[in-house]
Nanobody
Framework: QVQLVESGGASVQAGGSLRLSCAAS?????MGWFRQAPGKEREGVAS???????IYADSVKGRFTISKDNAKNTLYLQMNSLKPEDTAMYYC???????????????????WGQGTQVTVSS
């Protein structure tokens, strides 16, 4: 069992930046960031594996950067040029060990954090 704890969410103005962190209680190989706005389905934002292979949703490409510190078992999401439509609860997630593909599908992840709120005002 892996426990995940996110931090770093805040309220910012459009154009601003935030860095989210997710501390894992154990080692993981594939992790991802997801977000869910009120009334909308959870969507994949970015995913990374320990060899730094990563993928991004089209909506965040060029603005968000996912990274993973394997020694610290910590996942990060650097968010720049934030837009009001980025407002959501952000969750980190991890796949079971033995699964090596990055993925933006929530169904592929077994462990979830409690979420951290990001609010972007115009």
């Amino acid at each position: 069992q892996v426990q995940l704890v996110e931090s770093g969410g805040a309220s910012v103005q459009a154009g601003g930046s935030l860095r989210l962190s997710c501390a894992a209680s154990g080692s993981t190989y594939v992790m991802g960031w997801f977000r869910q706005a009120p009334g909308k389905e959870r969507e994949g934002v970015a995913s990374i594996r320990s060899d730094v292979t990563s993928i991004y949703a089209d909506s965040v490409k060029g603005r968000f950067t996912i990274s993973k510190d394997n020694a610290k078992n910590t996942l990060y999401l650097q968010m720049n040029s934030l837009k009001p439509e980025d407002t959501a609860m952000y969750y980190c997630a991890a796949r079971l060990r033995g699964w090596y593909s990055v993925s933006l599908s929530a169904a592929d992840y077994n462990y979830w954090g409690q979420g951290t709120q990001v609010t972007v005002s115009s």
